[in-house]
């Protein structure tokens, strides 16, 4: 799975540690019991929810990104890294075996978004949460988004039906990540960078998105670079 939109359109998931305890908390107590980290790249958002969950699967289709998390997690009783797609944790584990999941930008890398949304809801328990962070907004879509795999942006509406349609029950959809928008859209559609530094995505994570997250958490703005979604297998 390609790397997908950080708050500042880098690839480095490590470079994002406030980014990603920001989702965490974000879903709060929904994310307990047996969760799926679903597309878990370097598995810095599986070791956060460790902090929460009884289990963990980090599910990864990468080779290479998953042989990193069989070596960052080869200590932990509590962390099963799983090589593959959602169909793959379902041959192996089974349907309805998981309380929760965490969908965290692997959605839009999907020509079949539907059909994995599906694949998710079978494998939850009855009343399970999934959790789902995407890219927000198509007229942000930019050289960024290209050159990460990204196939749309998503819109309120556009994740709603997307979750109804695989049989959801949708509890909250909220914008966020707000001042992450500048800088993508100026990266991305005006100078059509295809990457930027991993020293601006330092900065931005240490320093801009915390400010920013706290005022998000005050303050609904209604507009945002990344969109999030609790919805529930009823």
């Not at 908390?25 to 047996?34: N, Q, R, T």
């Not at 959790?131 to 990460?148: C, K, M, Q, T, Y």
């Amino acid at each position: 799975m390609p790397s997908s939109a950080l708050p500042y359109g880098l690839t480095s998931r490590d470079e994002s540690r406030s980014y990603f305890a920001w989702i965490a908390d974000l879903f709060g107590e929904a994310l307990s019991g047996d969760v799926l980290d679903h597309g878990a790249g370097t598995g810095i958002l599986s070791a956060l929810l460790l902090e929460r969950a009884t289990r963990v699967f980090a599910l990864e289709p990468d080779p290479q990104l998953f042989e990193g998390l069989c070596r960052r997690f080869a200590g932990s009783a509590r962390l099963t890294p799983v090589h593959g797609t959602i169909e793959t944790y379902l041959s192996s584990y089974g349907k309805a075996s998981l309380d929760a999941v965490v969908s965290s930008n692997v959605l839009e890398h999907l020509l079949d978004d539907v059909g994995c949304l599906r694949s998710l809801h079978e494998a939850l328990r009855p009343g399970g949460a999934l959790a789902v962070f995407v890219p927000a907004r198509a007229e942000l879509f930019g050289s960024l988004d290209a050159s990460v795999g990204h196939l749309r942006r998503y819109t309120r509406p556009l994740l709603r039906q997307r979750l109804e349609d695989a049989g959801f029950f949708v509890e909250w959809l909220r914008y966020g990540n707000l001042a992450g928008v500048v800088p993508w859209l100026v990266s991305g559609r005006v100078l059509k960078q295809r990457a930027i530094g991993s020293g601006s995505l330092r900065f931005y994570d240490r320093w801009v998105f915390p400010v920013a997250a706290r005022v998000e958490g005050v303050l609904r703005i209604p507009y945002g670079l990344n969109l999030a979604a609790l919805a529930r297998r009823q």
